[in-house]
């Protein structure tokens, strides 16, 4: 349960700090005073959106804070959840502290001081508080929200999270399939790539072969130049009267007469020069051979010529380097073989979406059995709560209409009720008044808060559009509520307050021109359940009555 809420520069809230008890909690206040403003900061703590603009007139930031103590299964899921992803949870993990920091230009998050993002926060929140607005009655006549209410006490989260999933692989199906519909080449593609992978594959030009060809193209085109020059170098080498190894060997001798005068003096110079002799001659034999490497015959010259046009054609239209040629080749023909698959493969997404279908059927089906299963004892713990209220004739029923299945199931639902005796049962939408969907909405509430787990329920103004008896009616049925968890309640109406084991006012008031709501507890509330009544010294009594009365 919330146990302490610190707000700081949010609205007109400058600076609040609030301890909170278990049981049944009622706020009130007077209209504009901040009520709401209080609610709102435990929605944006729990992770709630747009907190931004409640940032306070000539603040950077806002900050709110608070403190729950945790049940013993809550936090074994949440250790679960929190360690998964990366937040470190103590040993003695009994309570948990959220807070957020949010300034005009960025919104920080942090759970026990670690900072984590929007998403973990409201999944951690959402199992903290649930917060049922003032206005929310008004979406009871929506039939989807009728069936997210049943599902919320079904507890079907599982069974739609299953619906949610086959959908989202039948989306990733159809996109996957679009895509291999959109690369697919048409017919006259296909034939275009056709004549394009015979043109290539009759030439069939292989990985560097064009450089290849150009240097015995070159080679050819030069030989006369490549034999003068080899045969000149050969000369210098070794062919010629005091060519280079004759010379050589001169210096050969001249160092061998050194050495036997003195080894030392020479060293390892007569090796070296040996050396150097053995390389000359290698020089010039490698050399002597280099017109052999030449195409000389005319007829293979001009062959090389002609296939090196073949593929500079290629190159020009397809590639322009050799490489590219190669890729477009191997594209092409990829191209072409999804284009003569691509029977089998529509056939192949055929089968898979049928498949899908049908698991998406069955999930449906099974959700759809789930609800039906829950919906009758949800109704009728409805109506004996709307029959405590002050609805003793109430009925309600529910009306399932079967549609295409998708991530919500195959379920249509109509919530059909009749308030007085003898009328029909027809479309909630149709014929119910605000009040009646203020009590009905909180039956309901009380219900699924009897079957969650969640610790704490906040109501705000739920209790609108009723008054007398049922008012009173109301007041027990939370202070009834309040046995089981928190409960804190906004109201105006001091027989539900009265009933309220810790009640707290929220002030407005004007402080160097500025505006400021403050959050007080009463220790004693009978000044402002005489308010709430009317004010004056009868209502004082009044108040002081209803207390002692309750008492």
């Given at each position: 349960?919330?146990?302490?809420?610190?707000i700081?520069?949010?609205?007109?809230?400058?600076?609040?700090?609030?301890?909170?008890?278990?049981?049944?909690?009622?706020v009130t206040?007077?209209?504009?005073?901040?009520?709401?403003?209080?609610m709102?900061?435990?929605?944006?703590?729990?992770?709630?959106r747009g907190?931004?603009t409640?940032i306070?007139?000539?603040?950077?930031?806002?900050?709110?804070?608070?403190?729950f103590?945790?049940?013993?299964?809550?936090?074994v899921?949440?250790?679960?959840?929190?360690e998964?992803?990366?937040v470190d949870?103590?040993?003695?993990?009994?309570?948990?502290t959220?807070?957020?920091?949010?300034?005009?230009?960025?919104?920080?998050?942090?759970?026990?001081?670690?900072?984590?993002?929007?998403?973990?926060l409201?999944?951690?929140?959402?199992?903290?508080?649930?917060?049922h607005?003032?206005n929310?009655?008004i979406s009871?006549?929506?039939?989807?929200?009728?069936?997210?209410l049943?599902d919320?006490?079904a507890?079907?989260?599982?069974?739609?999270?299953?619906?949610?999933?086959?959908?989202n692989?039948?989306?990733?199906?159809?996109?996957?399939?679009?895509?291999?519909e959109q690369?697919?080449?048409?017919?006259?593609?296909?034939?275009r790539?056709?004549?394009m992978?015979?043109?290539i594959?009759?030439?069939?030009?292989?990985?560097g072969?064009d450089?290849?060809?150009?240097?015995?193209q070159?080679r050819?085109?030069?030989a006369?130049q490549?034999?003068?020059?080899?045969?000149?170098?050969?000369?210098?080498l070794?062919e010629s009267?005091n060519?280079?190894?004759?010379?050589l060997?001169?210096?050969?001798?001249?160092?061998?007469?050194?050495?036997?005068?003195d080894s030392?003096?020479?060293?390892?110079?007569?090796?070296?020069?040996?050396?150097?002799?053995?390389?000359?001659v290698?020089?010039?034999?490698a050399?002597?051979?280099?017109?052999?490497?030449i195409?000389?015959d005319p007829?293979?010259?001009?062959?090389?010529?002609?296939?090196?046009?073949?593929?500079?054609t290629l190159?020009?239209?397809?590639?322009?380097t050799?490489?590219?040629l190669?890729?477009?080749?191997?594209?092409?023909?990829?191209?072409?073989?999804?284009?003569?698959?691509s029977?089998?493969?529509?056939?192949?997404?055929?089968q898979r979406?049928?498949?899908?279908q049908?698991?998406?059927?069955?999930a449906?089906?099974k959700l759809?059995?789930?609800?039906?299963?829950?919906?009758?004892?949800?109704?009728?713990?409805?109506?004996?709560?709307l029959?405590?209220?002050g609805f003793?004739?109430?009925?309600?029923?529910?009306e399932?209409?079967?549609i295409?299945?998708?991530?919500?199931?195959?379920?249509?639902l109509?919530?059909?009720?009749s308030?007085?005796?003898?009328e029909d049962?027809?479309?909630?939408?149709?014929?119910?008044?605000?009040?009646?969907?203020?009590r009905?909405m909180?039956?309901?509430?009380?219900?699924?808060?009897d079957?969650?787990?969640?610790?704490?329920?906040?109501?705000?103004?739920?209790?609108?559009?009723?008054?007398g008896?049922?008012a009173?009616k109301?007041?027990?049925?939370?202070?009834e509520?309040?046995k089981?968890r928190?409960?804190?309640?906004?109201?105006?109406?001091?027989?539900?307050a009265?009933?309220?084991?810790?009640?707290?006012q929220?002030?407005?008031?004007?402080?160097?021109?500025?505006?400021?709501?403050?959050i007080?507890?009463?220790?004693?509330?009978?000044?402002?359940?005489?308010?709430m009544?009317?004010g004056?010294?009868?209502?004082?009594?009044?108040?002081?009555?209803?207390?002692?009365?309750l008492?």
């Amino acid at each position: 349960m919330l146990t302490y809420l610190k707000i700081n520069n949010y609205a007109l809230i400058e600076e609040s700090e609030v301890e909170f008890s278990g049981g049944f909690t009622v706020v009130t206040g007077e209209s504009g005073a901040g009520k709401s403003i209080v609610m709102s900061a435990i929605e944006l703590l729990c992770g709630g959106r747009g907190g931004r603009t409640g940032i306070r007139t000539g603040c950077d930031k806002c900050t709110i804070s608070g403190i729950f103590t945790l049940p013993v299964q809550l936090a074994v899921e949440l250790r679960e959840l929190l360690e998964t992803s990366g937040v470190d949870v103590p040993e003695d993990f009994t309570e948990i502290t959220l807070r957020r920091v949010i300034s005009h230009t960025s919104v920080r998050n942090f759970i026990d001081d670690t900072p984590v993002g929007s998403r973990l926060l409201s999944e951690v929140g959402s199992r903290l508080v649930d917060r049922h607005g003032a206005n929310e009655q008004i979406s009871l006549t929506v039939p989807a929200r009728q069936l997210e209410l049943l599902d919320n006490y079904a507890n079907a989260g599982k069974l739609k999270q299953d619906c949610a999933a086959i959908c989202n692989a039948l989306a990733a199906l159809k996109a996957e399939r679009t895509e291999f519909e959109q690369h697919l080449p048409d017919a006259n593609e296909a034939d275009r790539l056709q004549l394009m992978l015979e043109e290539i594959n009759r030439i069939d030009p292989r990985p560097g072969e064009d450089e290849e060809l150009a240097g015995k193209q070159r080679r050819g085109a030069n030989a006369r130049q490549i034999v003068e020059d080899s045969s000149l170098l050969t000369n210098l080498l070794t062919e010629s009267e005091n060519s280079i190894a004759d010379q050589l060997g001169e210096v050969f001798r001249h160092l061998s007469d050194l050495e036997r005068i003195d080894s030392t003096l020479t060293g390892t110079l007569t090796d070296d020069c040996a050396q150097l002799q053995n390389l000359t001659v290698e020089l010039s034999n490698a050399i002597a051979a280099l017109p052999e490497k030449i195409e000389l015959d005319p007829a293979a010259l001009a062959a090389i010529e002609s296939r090196l046009s073949e593929i500079y054609t290629l190159k020009r239209r397809y590639g322009p380097t050799l490489e590219q040629l190669l890729e477009a080749r191997d594209a092409a023909q990829n191209s072409l073989d999804e284009y003569f698959r691509s029977q089998a493969r529509r056939k192949e997404f055929d089968q898979r979406e049928a498949e899908l279908q049908k698991q998406l059927l069955s999930a449906a089906e099974k959700l759809s059995q789930h609800r039906k299963k829950f919906a009758g004892k949800f109704l009728e713990l409805t109506v004996k709560k709307l029959r405590t209220i002050g609805f003793n004739s109430a009925r309600l029923d529910a009306e399932f209409t079967s549609i295409a299945p998708g991530a919500n199931g195959m379920d249509h639902l109509e919530l059909l009720f009749s308030a007085n005796c003898g009328e029909d049962l027809r479309p909630l939408r149709k014929i119910a008044s605000s009040g009646e969907l203020s009590r009905l909405m909180l039956a309901m509430k009380t219900v699924l808060a009897d079957a969650d787990a969640v610790p704490t329920v906040i109501f705000d103004e739920i209790d609108m559009n009723i008054g007398g008896e049922t008012a009173n009616k109301v007041g027990n049925e939370l202070c009834e509520l309040g046995k089981k968890r928190q409960i804190i309640c906004i109201s105006h109406l001091a027989q539900v307050a009265a009933r309220a084991a810790e009640h707290f006012q929220v002030e407005k008031s004007t402080a160097n021109g500025r505006t400021v709501s403050r959050i007080r507890r009463l220790d004693d509330p009978t000044p402002e359940l005489g308010r709430m009544l009317g004010g004056g010294e009868s209502a004082i009594r009044h108040a002081a009555e209803l207390l002692n009365n309750l008492k």
